[in-house]
């Protein structure tokens, strides 16, 4: 018993540095190569070689609201998800040979939210180095196929605000639409306060709504507020560079498509007041934007959307 104690408070001293961060490397790298053309990607082999600017995605979940704990006296590892959501949650070690556990390590497993999750049993056997890391992503997993358009049904996604606007930046755009999480969202100029609307019913997963700092600048990128909606099949709508404490809904509520959930702003990265809006996926290995249309119709660069 001794030295089973001695062992876990071996990886006790590991795990005191676990710190959970995004699945994906929740990071863009913008470069400019060459012949002068600049780049952004969220693939690190694609900028060696450059220098480049590193900034964070968009709509990041706060890291503090996954907590994981290990009880010294039984060797049971758990992770409390202080989410009101549903998250994807990864264990990640190295030397596995120096351990003994039951955890499924490199597995994403869903955890509940506002729940401690029994995540398995760990003891270090040896005093070889070991590193215990872990990553999670906001909402459950999702099942459909993500290499599809969302839907065709013309109201399945309604316009997500109120009044008629031009898409300024689609899908796969040169300025910032490269990484999975916004290769297919859109910039939609417009007014700042003009009102938000979910564009499906669903269930507020996440939020950060209290910046009011933003400009051209990728330095502003981490204060976008931005308000995250799940719906029932797993998908999950956002909508960032809301203005500053404008919300109208708050985490775990029940909202209803049409429903005004916030303002328009331009807090973070940003050239202008607009809406960036898309829908995505949790994939297990990295939040990922999907095709969509918005009341039926494909929201390609300069066109035209309304209510």
């Not at 109120?162 to 898409?167: A, I, L, S, Y």
């Not at 507020?204 to 719906?231: C, K, Q, T, W």
């Not at 985490?251 to 940003?270: M, R």
């Amino acid at each position: 018993m001794k030295d089973m104690k001695r062992a876990v408070v071996i990886a006790v001293l590991m795990l005191l540095g676990l710190a959970a961060s995004g699945i994906s490397s929740g990071k863009i790298l913008r470069f400019v190569d060459e012949n002068g053309v600049t780049h952004y990607t969220d693939d690190e082999a694609q900028a060696q070689g450059y220098e480049y600017d590193e900034f964070d995605d968009l709509g990041q979940p706060d890291p503090d609201n996954v907590v994981f704990r290990l009880d010294t006296e039984t060797g049971r590892l758990y992770v409390m998800n202080k989410f009101s959501s549903m998250i994807t949650c990864k264990v990640h070690v190295t030397n596995r040979e120096a351990i003994d556990s039951d955890v499924l390590f490199d597995t994403p497993l869903e955890i509940p939210g506002n729940t401690e999750y029994y995540l398995g049993y760990l003891e270090v056997l040896s005093e070889d180095e070991v590193s215990i890391t872990s990553s999670f992503d906001i909402g459950s997993l999702y099942r459909g196929d993500e290499n599809v358009y969302y839907s065709t049904r013309d109201r399945d996604l309604i316009v997500p605000f109120v009044g008629k606007f031009r898409v300024t930046q689609g899908w796969e755009g040169g300025f910032t639409h490269k990484g999975p999480k916004s290769r297919y969202a859109i910039d939609v100029s417009m007014p700042i306060g003009t009102k938000i609307l979910a564009t499906k019913s669903g269930k507020v997963l996440d939020m950060r709504m209290n910046s009011e700092r933003g400009g051209p600048d990728p330095s502003f990128r981490p204060y976008a507020n931005y308000i995250r909606i799940g719906h029932d099949d797993g998908t999950m709508s956002i909508y960032v560079h809301l203005k500053g404490n404008s919300q109208l809904v708050k985490p775990g509520d029940t909202v209803k498509q049409g429903q005004v959930i916030a303002l328009s702003g331009n807090t973070g990265y940003t050239t202008g007041p607009h809406l960036h809006f898309a829908i995505q996926t949790n994939t297990g290995d990295g939040i990922k934007s999907i095709k969509f249309k918005l009341n039926g119709k494909e929201p390609f660069s300069r066109t035209l959307l309304s209510n």
